[in-house]
């Protein structure tokens, strides 16, 4: 493996504060940052100046196109790449890059999902610089993070309402610190660390398998010997490729700079894990779009695939995507980290309850966040968070939220030591809160965690509804407490906060998310239990929710419509794609090695009775009889699948569209794939024309 300077390759590739500082001018450098802090434009003519430096720096590192990097609502991400050149009147070219180019793109509009927002003849769209995230180069090509919108201006990405979410709750936040007396405070932002969950498998396998090429899961496959139950791959030793894998990769997003922290294995085979350091809430939902980019690319550069998809293989962890998300002022404190004095864990409380009512009120718009075709075969499969949400807090913040209830506010106790029974082990002190792993929304120290998002999830959904969420909550309090005096705000604020309290507290349960149990008491509570994508839509339209992105500016009527169409449109498309997939793999791959196989069979017994009449061959007739019972069982279900398939496709209404693909094709898929794992299992893998469980999840050493 090469070794690299780490301090001296982070960043290297990116236009961030310390090369601004180097190479704009003092006021120039002031304008650009007080942009990213407080959102307030930039006049044209410091763009002309930003954008000469970048340009020039930009080809000091190898660019020679410059791209308006955007996150439409396709999930991914889109690029359109322009060279820097301009034509000389004596046959040469000069390199230029104006701020008109900077701050302004023009990409085709018609070819996004718009839900209806922009007809196929009005093609006109618009991407807009965001300061707010730096530039990087990567590919030879000078990227620039912009939010894309139509000509009409409605919002045809997810960073736009991501940057207006972010905004809102900090202005928020403000107002109810201001309060509180904290007048020091001139602005609040978000934190995210997104955890990532990836497979690692072989390339040439990959390529041999059309579900993963086409879907990202494998849709037929008997399972292999071994899996996961031994638990030795969860933060095993790296195999050699996997580690220098993880090392090429590592480099890679330094250099783009990605502050990857932590690698290691997770719990199914060939499943691993990366994690970043936190960040502003904006530049880490670019990072984790990249960070997916940049892990496929690496992959493939070392003859691996990288899978990112939810669920890719049946009966092993699927993967998912941890949201760790936090406010911390410009001051850089923490709001969740629970203070030492009495004024801190006051203010604590305060913004403890405000999530607390957030994912409690808009628990269906959380669910609606992380609901995709793929992350509905992962959530409650015991391996994630359930299906319904609730807020893990741990005993000490439910021993004061118990004084809350009293209207009184306890002090928090010293942590404590952690003893280990032997003097050679150091001492050192406990966390508050034990961990959850069941809990999809849980507290963990300083920050919530947010684990439901499946691994190909852009991390803007869900923290555009968190924020949202949570800046209606402390409007709410500002609203309760703005005429009350000041020597009575902690008094009144307490009856509040235990209002509030008596209200949410159905949201809290600190126990065994997988249990039955808890399923039975969440309905009785009174929570969403939503298991499917059909399931959650529906809440989206409902009018609280619209109100709630028209108070706060995030989303328009008319987005909130659009996003509903494209995110059923997308769920149906996608599982058609899988029955197609899953059809054509059937009849074609499967098929040919369960007739060559049962050919094999069938011919050997009929030498060996041919020699020896009387011969039992009783496990050959076995298998043939199993062989020939599923070949029957396939075709007729391959017939159902395709009729059933058909008639979905031609449902007009989006809704029941996507019902008719969760409750009929998915059910079909299943029951085919039952009966083609049970033959797989007979077929020897010199028969099959792809590579099998077994091959795939073992594949790297």
């Known amino acids: 493996m090469e070794t690299v300077s780490v301090p001296e390759v982070f960043g290297s590739l990116v236009f961030n504060d310390k090369v601004m500082k180097e190479r704009l001018p003092k006021d120039i450098y002031k304008a650009v940052v007080e942009t990213s802090k407080s959102g307030k434009h930039l006049e044209l003519d410091i763009a002309n100046v930003v954008a000469a430096a970048m340009k020039e720096w930009a080809i000091e590192h190898g660019a020679t196109h410059f791209t308006h990097w955007f996150q439409p609502l396709t999930g991914l991400t889109a690029e359109k790449h322009d060279s820097f050149i301009t034509p000389t009147d004596d046959g040469g070219v000069i390199m230029e890059f104006s701020g008109r180019e900077l701050i302004k793109g023009e990409p085709d509009a018609s070819s996004f999902p718009s839900g209806g927002l922009r007809a196929t003849f009005e093609a006109r769209g618009y991407t807009a610089w965001d300061p707010s995230s730096p530039a990087f180069v990567k590919d030879g090509s000078l990227y620039i993070p912009t939010a894309f919108c139509s000509y009409g201006g409605e919002a045809l990405d997810k960073k736009t309402p991501l940057l207006r979410s972010i905004e809102a709750v900090g202005e928020s936040a403000v107002k109810v610190l201001h309060l509180l007396g904290r007048t020091d405070v001139k602005y609040v932002h978000t934190t995210v660390g997104s955890e990532q969950e990836y497979f690692l498998i072989d390339k040439d396998m990959y390529l041999k398998r059309k579900d993963l090429l086409m879907c990202g899961r494998t849709l037929i496959g008997a399972p292999a010997p071994k899996g996961q139950e031994m638990e030795d791959h969860y933060f095993g030793v790296l195999k050699p490729k996997v580690a220098d894998f993880m090392h090429d990769l590592d480099n890679e997003l330094w250099k783009l700079g990605v502050p990857a922290k932590t690698k290691h294995n997770e719990v199914a085979p060939s499943q691993h894990e990366l994690a970043p350091v936190f960040e502003a809430g ?45 406010l911390v002022t410009d001051g850089g404190e923490n ?50 968070p359930p299906a319904i949400i609730s807020i893990f807090v741990g005993d000490e913040l439910l021993g004061l939220l118990d004084g809350v209830k009293g209207g009184k506010l306890p002090e928090f106790k010293k942590k404590a030591l952690m003893e280990l029974g032997t003097k050679v082990l150091p001492e050192f002190k406990k966390d508050k809160t034990d961990r959850n792993r069941t809990s999809p929304f849980a507290f963990t120290g300083n920050k919530f965690e947010f684990r439901m998002p499946g691994s190909a999830l852009s991390v803007a959904d869900p923290n555009i509804i968190l924020n949202t969420a949570v800046s209606e909550a402390l409007d709410g309090i500002y609203n309760a407490l703005k005429e009350v005096p000041s020597d009575k705000i902690e008094e009144e604020t307490m009856k509040l906060l235990k209002d509030m309290l008596d209200k949410h507290s159905r949201i809290l349960f600190d126990g065994n998310g997988y249990a039955d149990e808890w399923i039975e008491e969440a309905h009785k509570r009174g929570l969403l239990d939503l298991r499917s994508l059909p399931d959650a839509m529906p809440y989206m339209l409902q009018k609280k929710n619209l109100e709630l992105f028209a108070k706060h500016h995030i989303l328009t009527e008319e987005e909130v419509k659009s996003r509903y169409e494209i995110y059923l449109d997308n769920y149906s498309k996608t599982i058609h794609i899988e029955s197609l997939t899953m059809q054509e793999m059937v009849r074609k791959d499967f098929t040919e090695g369960l007739v060559a196989y049962l050919k094999a069979v069938t011919d050997e017994t009929a030498k060996k009775r041919a020699i020896i009449p009387d011969l039992k061959c009783a496990y050959e007739d076995h298998i043939i009889r199993v062989l020939d019972e599923s070949e029957e069982k396939i075709g007729e279900l391959l017939i159902k699948l395709s009729e059933d398939t058909c008639k979905a496709e031609q449902e007009s209404d989006e809704f029941k569209k996507a019902c008719m693909y969760h409750e009929v094709i998915l059910n079909d898929m299943e029951e085919l794939r039952k009966y083609v794992d049970e033959a797989e299992a007979y077929i020897p893998e010199d028969f099959l024309p792809y590579p099998t469980y077994g091959e795939l999840l073992f594949s790297l050493r």
């Not at 075969?377 to 994630?384: P, S």
């Open 282 to 326: 904006n530049v880490a939902v670019d990072h984790n779009q990249l960070t997916m980019e940049v892990m496929k690319k690496v992959a493939d550069r070392k003859g691996y695939a990288c899978l990112l998809h939810e669920k890719p293989f049946k009966g092993v962890n699927g993967s998912g995507k941890h949201d760790n998300w936090s």
């Open 335 to 384: 709001l969740l980290n629970p203070g030492k004095t009495h004024e801190e864990n006051f203010q604590f409380m305060v913004f403890l309850m405000a999530i607390i009512e957030a994912v409690d009120d808009y628990q269906d718009l959380l669910r609606i966040s992380v609901a995709t075709a793929g992350n509905d075969h992962r959530l409650g499969a015991n391996e994630a």
